[in-house]
């Protein structure tokens, strides 16, 4: 288990696609958003098949790069927008090291502790979320799935909700 540093292209739909990067992303993505495609670099644990089989689950038309100097290259012209990119990548090597390390450190001291560590969905068994009516849901559903939401982002503050979340919200308040 180790962290890499990945860039993906996005092309079509981008309903959703940043918080989907957002959702499988052990840092702050960097995204470069034009009409119809979407740029964005970000470092994960998870491996390039999991996160091929979760943007294909997700219904995406997309490239994924692993950014590793011995497997890929990359340049822009564009000073401004190579550096917004790839600049936190400049001397990433031992940082990607530490982190997979300390990663590591953590799950042997949770098996020694006899901790029971809480174990994620892989993301290769996540599933894209059907279309809801919500005018179809009772009442007592629609407040439930408000209250999902909102325990969501008790953690890391609600201006981090996602667009997708605050459509669902707006959606349902207006059924109210």
Do not use: W
Request: hydrophobic content about 35%; charged content about 30%; some cysteine.
């Amino acid at each position: 288990m180790k962290f890499r540093n990945y860039c993906i292209i996005v092309m079509g739909n981008m309903e959703g696609v940043k918080d989907d990067i957002l959702n499988i992303s052990e840092t702050k993505a960097k995204y470069f958003d034009a009409k119809g495609i979407l740029v964005a670099t970000f470092t994960s644990v998870a491996e390039p098949a999991e996160l091929k089989d979760f943007f294909n689950s997700n219904g995406r038309s997309f490239f994924l790069f692993d950014l590793g100097t011995d497997v890929s290259s990359y340049h822009l012209d564009n000073e401004i927008l190579n550096i917004h990119l790839f600049g936190y990548l400049t001397d990433q090597g031992d940082k990607l090291k530490a982190m997979s390390e300390k990663l590591m450190d953590d799950l042997s001291a949770s098996t020694k502790d006899k901790k029971i560590i809480k174990q994620q969905k892989p993301l290769s068994k996540v599933k894209s979320i059907p279309k809801i009516h919500y005018s179809e849901m009772s009442k007592n559903e629609r407040d439930n799935l408000v209250n999902t939401i909102i325990d969501k982002y008790t953690e890391v503050g609600i201006e981090k909700i996602s667009s997708s979340d605050k459509n669902i919200l707006n959606k349902i308040s207006e059924l109210k």
